[in-house]
């Protein structure tokens, strides 16, 4: 199988604009995101509607493609960029531009879950641990994801599912394994054409999770597990964090 990767890359941000172009460790935050994707994937470009980030890009010898500044989400503009993109693939891959530490370990991950001649779309899960504290689990920005034993996903919430009745909620964490989403995702080609063209669902709305308009239209989302944190930059307080964070890994 063939896996293209695109990393969706915008220039506006209502929390933190020009996002891509922040310097981490005396590169761009995009240009780290693309450098760990490079390589892993059989070929791998950054999606844009801005001519900064396009010039960034070639400038450290990245390929990149413009898209249309009217797309609503990631995956609406990495269907966009798959059909300019020349190549015959069988799997696209959508790798957030904010996520500077993704792994090579995640992206093969993502891959192995179609071995699975079934699996239509490809996620990543975090276990959340006792050490991580029930403040964690209780983060709305964390979605939460209940998976059923052939590891494809039943749903995806901010709030903490399941509830464990007549458990003491400090003791839920040593009681149930739960699960933190990782927003990396992989569709094949065929499929990622037919969800960019699903109007939004009520649980999406609901929840403010697309993955859930997929769900609620009958999709299937196979879940690869994960044991590797990350660091997302979401703020130029997740970029200082960042910061820490490149110096011991």
Known sequence: ??????IPARYASTRFPAKPLAMLGGKTVIQRVYEQVVGILDDAYVATDDERIEEAVKAFGGKVVMTSVNHK?????????????????????????DEPFIQPSQLETVKACFDDIATQIATLVKPFTPENGFEALENIN?????????????????????????VEKQDWLKNHT???????????????????????SSLELAESL????????GYTIKAGITEVETIGIDTPQDLEKAEEFLKIC
């Open 1 to 6: 199988m063939k896996f293209l990767g695109i």
């Open 73 to 97: 989400s990631g995956t609406d503009r990495c269907y966009e960029a798959y059909t300019k993109i020349e190549g015959d693939f069988d799997v696209i891959v959508n790798i957030q531009g």
């Open 142 to 166: 964390s979605p939460k994801v209940v998976l059923n034993k052939n590891m494809n996903a039943l749903y995806f919430s901010r709030s903490i599912i399941p509830y464990q009745r007549n």
């Open 178 to 200: 739960y699960y933190k989403h990782i927003g990396l995702y992989a569709y094949r080609a065929e499929v990622l054409k037919e969800i960019t063209s699903l109007p939004q």
């Open 210 to 217: 697309e993955q859930l308009r997929w769900l609620e239209n």
